[in-house]
């Protein structure tokens, strides 16, 4: 991996997700087992929009998605850019996906009690992640709740830096990984119409996943205001 400027594109992430795939799938398939936090904070989003329905939006294989829908209750549908994740998700845990790009969901405006974003908007430059929020906004009910996951940084990339990844198990991709400054996020979210409810950052636990420093943030959608 080298780090770089390059924002990649959606078709390059397609691919690349298309390509490692079931690879992928296998190596986190029991990810979450030794990451009690991230369980706690999913099980916490799980209440908040136990009302439903949940969009897990860049869902990967579905194992986010298959814990909200064990722990809230609530319709669970997965978006991915790569129809092959969809394809690992749908056989691994009975739930419905789709396809789909974030920037441009498949959904109706105030359709969903919660958008969980685990991991995704990484692939995205800034211009890719205003729209992403917006479409986040635009589908989550006034009131709903939105919880993003991302990688601030490791060992050699700091916030605002992104990585190239050329080559991944042996596939060649064509993925950047960007490395994302929380306040600034937590500004183009407020933006978007998405406000702070929570935010956590924690340190990186190298024995069950990459060595990167990582931030959550809970967000609410404002409610729409009535005459004044």
Same mark, same amino acid.
């Given at each position: 991996?080298?780090?770089?400027?390059?924002?990649?594109?959606?078709?390059?992430?397609?691919?690349?997700?298309?390509?490692?795939?079931?690879?992928?799938?296998?190596? *986190?398939?029991?990810?979450?087992?030794?990451?009690?936090?991230?369980?706690?904070?999913?099980?916490?989003?799980?209440?908040? /929009?136990?009302?439903?329905?949940?969009?897990?939006?860049?869902?990967?294989?579905?194992?986010?998605?298959?814990?909200?829908?064990?722990?809230?209750?609530?319709?669970?549908?997965?978006?991915?850019?790569?129809?092959?994740?969809?394809?690992?998700?749908?056989?691994?845990?009975?739930?419905?996906? /789709?396809?789909?790009?974030?920037?441009?969901?498949?959904?109706?405006?105030?359709?969903?009690?919660?958008?969980?974003?685990?991991? !995704?908007?990484?692939h995205l430059d800034r211009a890719g992640r205003d729209a992403a929020y917006a479409e986040f906004?635009?589908? =989550?009910?006034?009131?709903?709740?939105?919880?993003?996951?991302?990688?601030?940084?490791?060992?050699? !990339?700091?916030?605002?830096?992104?990585?190239?990844?050329?080559?991944?198990?042996?596939?060649?991709?064509?993925?950047?990984?960007?490395?994302?400054?929380?306040?600034?996020?937590?500004?183009? =979210?407020?933006?978007?119409?998405? *406000?702070?409810?929570?935010?956590?950052?924690?340190?990186?636990?190298?024995?069950?996943?990459?060595?990167?420093?990582?931030?959550? =943030?809970?967000?609410?959608? *404002?409610?729409?205001?009535?005459?004044?």
């Amino acid at each position: 991996m080298t780090t770089s400027r390059s924002t990649g594109a959606p078709d390059g992430t397609r691919r690349g997700y298309d390509a490692v795939a079931e690879r992928y799938a296998a190596q *986190i398939a029991g990810e979450l087992d030794g990451k009690p936090l991230d369980r706690a904070l999913l099980d916490a989003f799980a209440e908040l /929009a136990a009302d439903g329905p949940v969009l897990d939006v860049g869902c990967g294989p579905g194992h986010a998605a298959a814990r909200l829908a064990a722990r809230g209750g609530a319709p669970v549908l997965g978006l991915d850019l790569s129809p092959g994740m969809c394809a690992v998700a749908r056989r691994t845990t009975a739930l419905p996906y /789709a396809a789909a790009d974030m920037t441009a969901l498949p959904v109706r405006s105030g359709a969903a009690a919660g958008v969980l974003c685990w991991y !995704a908007v990484i692939h995205l430059d800034r211009a890719g992640r205003d729209a992403a929020y917006a479409e986040f906004a635009r589908v =989550l009910c006034p009131g709903g709740h939105a919880l993003l996951a991302f990688h601030t940084g490791d060992a050699e !990339a700091a916030p605002g830096t992104a990585r190239r990844l050329t080559t991944w198990w042996d596939h060649p991709v064509d993925l950047t990984f960007h490395f994302l400054d929380p306040g600034a996020e937590t500004e183009a =979210l407020a933006r978007a119409g998405l *406000i702070p409810a929570a935010r956590l950052d924690r340190a990186p636990d190298p024995a069950v996943e990459h060595a990167s420093s990582r931030t959550y =943030l809970l967000l609410r959608r *404002i409610r729409s205001r009535g005459p004044s």
